[in-house]
C-alpha cells in the first residue's frame, strides 16, 4: 500500500477485541472498528455514542492497532462505516494483511465498490425502525453467496413485513438471512416459534454480547 494510502484518515470512535455477537461468525474472537458517525436514526439503536466524536486515526495507526491485537478475525462497524468515504480503502488494507474481514452495514449506502473479499452484513430496516424509507433496495442486486442480510426485528408485524420482503426479492437465494429480535422488545423464544411454523430458511441469533456483557462498549 502506497504511503499515500497509510496517511488517509478516518474517523474513529473504538477499537477492540472481543467475542462476535452476531452473524454466522458468532462466538469467533475479533477485532472491532467502529467507525464514528451515521445517518440513520434507528429507534432501537444501542451505538448513539458512536454518532459524534470519536479520533482522527490514521490508516497506518489502525492497522498498528489491530495488530496488535492478534486475531485473525475483524469486523468494520458503526455507526455506519461507508459514510466515510476512506472506509474502502481500510477495507482493503485489511484484506490484504490477510484478516477476514466483515463489514456491518445500514443497507442505506451502496454496497457495490466494497472490496470482494469482505463479507458484507447488510441491515434491511423495517417499519419499526423508523428507518424503512432508507432502505437501498438496489443493494440486493450485489449480493454474493458470502454476504449476509440481517433483519432487526421489533414486533411481529416486523416479522411478517421482512417475510413478505424474502418472498418478494428471494433474498434467501442469494445469502444467508439472519433475524434478530431487537433486545428487550421481542421475547427470542416468540421469534424462534414464528420461523419454525412458518419453516423459514433463516438463521435467528441472538446478541451473544448482550448476553455475557449486558450493553457496555468496547465489548
Same mark, same amino acid.
Given at each position: ?5 497509510? %496517511? ?21 474472537? %475479533? ?24 479520533? %482522527? ?28 468515504? #476512506?472506509?474502502?480503502?481500510?477495507? %482493503? ?41 432508507? #432502505?437501498? !433496495? ?22 411478517? !413485513? ?31 416459534? !414464528? ?17 455475557? !456483557? ?6
Amino acid at each position: 500500500m502506497s504511503s499515500t494510502l497509510l %496517511t488517509a484518515t478516518l474517523r474513529v470512535t473504538e477499537i477492540f477485541l472481543s467475542l462476535q455477537g452476531e452473524s454466522s461468525r458468532v462466538g469467533l474472537p %475479533t477485532v472491532f472498528i467502529r467507525l464514528t458517525g451515521c445517518p440513520l436514526r434507528c429507534g432501537y439503536c444501542d451505538t448513539e455514542y458512536a454518532f459524534t466524536g470519536g479520533e %482522527t486515526m490514521t490508516l497506518e495507526l489502525i492497522l498498528k492497532q489491530v495488530a496488535d491485537l492478534h486475531a485473525r478475525y475483524v469486523c468494520v462497524t458503526g455507526g455506519e462505516p461507508l459514510a466515510q468515504k #476512506n472506509c474502502h480503502a481500510l477495507l %482493503t488494507a485489511l484484506c490484504d494483511a490477510g484478516y477476514s474481514v466483515s463489514l456491518e452495514t445500514s443497507g442505506a449506502l451502496d454496497i457495490g465498490e466494497v472490496d470482494a473479499r469482505v463479507s458484507r452484513i447488510v441491515d434491511i430496516k423495517t417499519p419499526a425502525s423508523g428507518e424503512v424509507e432508507k #432502505n437501498r !433496495w438496489e443493494n440486493l442486486a450485489a449480493l454474493t453467496p458470502s454476504d449476509e442480510v440481517k433483519f432487526v426485528l421489533c414486533d411481529e408485524a416486523d416479522y411478517q !413485513w421482512a417475510k413478505q420482503v424474502l418472498a418478494e426479492h428471494h433474498v434467501t437465494e442469494k445469502c444467508p438471512v439472519l433475524f434478530s429480535p431487537v433486545h428487550g422488545q421481542i421475547e427470542p423464544g416468540h421469534l424462534a416459534d !414464528w420461523i419454525l411454523r412458518d419453516r423459514l430458511p433463516v438463521r435467528m441469533q441472538v446478541q451473544l454480547h448482550k448476553i455475557l !456483557w449486558s450493553v457496555e462498549r468496547g465489548r
